[in-house]
Nanobody, 127 residues
Framework: QVRVVETGGGLVQSGGSLRLSCEVSGRSFSGYTVAWFRQAPGKERQFVSAIRSSASNGYYADSVKGRFTISRDKGKNTVYLQMNSLKPEDTASYHC????????????????????WGQGTQVTLSS
């Protein structure tokens, strides 16, 4: 059984930084895509960033490009989201999602493409 666990959320001041972690366990994938989505109260789920096992570069929503960095540690089965220069509009529940497929760019922003989800970790910005 695949398990996805996010950690690292919290309360931070605007302009500050946080690093989220996503550990995927329970199964070995020859190829995978892991993404971060976020959802604020009353708003739709939003794609944030994704990374594939085939490359070390990440893909980002325009709203976080230049501020957030996604990375992976294969040995720890963990994907990280380094969030810098945080803004009040970044306040949301951040969810990690994974699939054992290498998604193409046009589909990795689609939450329906992911098979495994974590419970989420809350990020709250204080002004």
């Amino acid at each position: 059984q695949v398990r996805v666990v996010e950690t690292g959320g919290g309360l931070v001041q605007s302009g500050g930084s946080l690093r989220l972690s996503c550990e995927v366990s329970g199964r070995s994938f020859s190829g995978y895509t892991v993404a971060w989505f976020r959802q604020a109260p009353g708003k739709e789920r939003q794609f944030v960033s994704a990374i594939r096992s085939s490359a070390s570069n990440g893909y980002y929503a325009d709203s976080v490009k230049g501020r957030f960095t996604i990375s992976r540690d294969k040995g720890k089965n963990t994907v990280y989201l380094q969030m810098n220069s945080l803004k009040p509009e970044d306040t949301a529940s951040y969810h990690c999602a994974a699939t054992g497929r290498l998604l193409i760019l046009s589909t990795m922003r689609d939450s329906a493409q992911y098979d495994y989800w974590g419970q989420g970790t809350q990020v709250t910005l204080s002004s």
